[in-house]
C-alpha cells in the first residue's frame, strides 16, 4: 500500500469523501485523515458532539466538512442524503462505509430478535441503501473509490461472535459482488480488516484487555484511507492491516 499517497499528501485535493460513523473511533480519525489529505468530508453520525469535535479539528487543518447527523438505520434518510450529495457536488469520489455495531456476544440461540434486527440493519442494511444512493454518484467521478470497514470476524466465526461475523461476513459478500457489477467503471470497491484497534467497541468486546497495546484508530487510518485513493487499482479484494497486503475476499 506504501507509495499511494503522492508526494504533497494531497492526493484527495478537491474529492468528495463520504464516511460513516465519523463521530468517534476508526471513522473520527478517517475523516481527520482524509480531510488532511485534503478531500471535503462529509461525516455521517449519530452523534452530534462527536461531528462538532470533528469540525472544528478539520478546520484546523484548513479543511472543511459538511456534517450529517443521521441514523443510518433511516433509509430514507439516506436516500435524501444522496440526493443533496448530487444536489451540490453531482458525484461522489470517495465513500468510507465504516459504522457498525458489535450487538451482543452470546450463543446465537440466546440473542434477542431485536438485538439481531438491530445488527443487521446497521451493519448489513445501512451499507446496502449507501450503496444504492451512492452508486451513479460514485460512477460520475473520475476515480470513484469505496471501502467498507469489516472485520477478521467475518472469516474466523469463533463462538459466541456469531451474530456480528455473520453482518461483517455480509459486508464482504456485498463489497466483492459489487465491485464485479462496476469491473467494467472507473470505481474500485474493496474491504479493510483494520484488526484489533483502541476503540470503545474493542473495549465492549474485550473488557479485561490492556487497551494501551493496541493500535490507535489514527495510527491505522492512513492504511485505511489509501484505498479510496485515485492511485488505488485493486477492487474486489481485502486489505488487511496485520498483514500489511490484499487478499482475496
Keep these: ?88 457536488w453531482g458525484a461522489l469520489d470517495g465513500l468510507v462505509a465504516n459504522a457498525g ?59 459466541f461472535w456469531g451474530l456480528y461475523a455473520a453482518s461483517k461476513a455480509a459486508v464482504d459478500a456485498m463489497a466483492k459482488s459489487y465491485a464485479g457489477e462496476v469491473a467494467q467503471t472507473k470505481v474500485k470497491v474493496n474491504v479493510f480488516y483494520p484488526g484489533a484497534v483502541r476503540t470503545a467497541m474493542r473495549a465492549k468486546a474485550m473488557p479485561g484487555e490492556n487497551p494501551e497495546v493496541l493500535p490507535k484508530p489514527s495510527d491505522i487510518a492512513p492504511k485505511l484511507i489509501d484505498l479510496i485513493s485515485p492511485a488505488v487499482k485493486e477492487s474486489g479484494r481485502l486489505f488487511n492491516i496485520e498483514t500489511g497486503a490484499f487478499e482475496d475476499i
Excluded: C, W
Excluded at 455521517?44 to 472544528?56: K, N, Q
Excluded at 449507501?130 to 470497514?149: M, N, P
Design 1 to 88: 500500500m506504501a507509495g499511494t499517497q503522492d508526494q504533497t499528501g494531497q492526493d484527495l485535493a478537491g474529492k468528495v469523501v463520504l464516511v460513516t460513523g465519523a463521530s468517534r473511533g476508526i471513522g473520527y480519525a478517517s475523516a481527520i485523515e482524509a480531510a488532511r489529505r485534503g478531500a471535503h468530508v462529509v461525516a455521517v453520525a449519530r452523534t452530534v458532539g462527536g461531528l462538532e469535535e470533528l469540525d472544528d479539528e478539520i478546520q484546523d487543518l484548513g479543511s472543511a466538512a459538511t456534517l450529517v447527523p443521521l441514523d443510518l438505520r433511516d433509509g430514507d434518510a439516506i436516500d435524501r442524503l444522496g440526493a443533496a450529495i448530487f444536489e451540490r
Design 101 to 159: 455495531q458489535l450487538g451482543v456476544l452470546s450463543p446465537l440461540p440466546h440473542v434477542k430478535p431485536e438485538d439481531f434486527d438491530k445488527v443487521m440493519a446497521v451493519n448489513v442494511t445501512a451499507n446496502f441503501r449507501l450503496l444504492r444512493a451512492t452508486d451513479l454518484l460514485l460512477r460520475q467521478s473520475a476515480a470513484g473509490r469505496v471501502v467498507f470497514v469489516s472485520s477478521s470476524s467475518a472469516r474466523s466465526a469463533r463462538p
